[in-house]
């Protein structure tokens, strides 16, 4: 496997545990003792962290180390929206245009929050999408 490749596999798995974890790249950056530029380099694939860096941050996400150097085994929609309300509320939205303003919310909204805004749109429209 090139270099390349081991740097992009690590940072899809990074970028996956920091998700599922709602953790940030600042929460990562401080827990690491490194600085914001580096623990954003290693997100997008651009470097990597020693070993005993990557130990640390199993030691952080309480994982073994193949999980952050092998190619993933997890879910790749799991990965985007880590609740399976959300996910449903997101395909929802995908397929009825008329409410794509709020597909664009950010991942991490609580389903009960897009469901509130979609009823106050429905309510403005004067229109029940209950049926």
Not at 59 to 80: C, M, Q, R, V
Not at 94 to 107: G, Q
Request: with cysteine; aromatic share 12%; glycine share 4%.
């Amino acid at each position: 496997m090139s270099d390349t490749e081991l740097r992009r596999i690590f940072a899809d798995n990074l970028n996956y545990y920091l998700n599922i974890n709602n953790f940030s790249q600042a929460d990562m950056a401080r827990y690491m003792h490194v600085s914001t530029a580096t623990a954003a380099q290693w997100c997008t694939g651009k470097t990597m962290p020693r070993i005993d860096k990557i130990q640390s941050l199993c030691n952080w996400f309480g994982i073994e180390k193949s999980d952050l150097l092998e190619t993933a085994k997890h879910d790749p929609e799991e990965k985007y929206y880590m609740n399976a309300e959300a996910r449903e509320m997101a395909e929802f939205l995908f397929k009825n245009p008329e409410y794509k303003v709020l597909f664009d919310a950010s991942r991490k909204v609580k389903p009960e929050d897009i469901g509130f805004v979609k009823e106050m749109m429905d309510r403005m429209r004067g229109s029940d999408s209950s049926d």
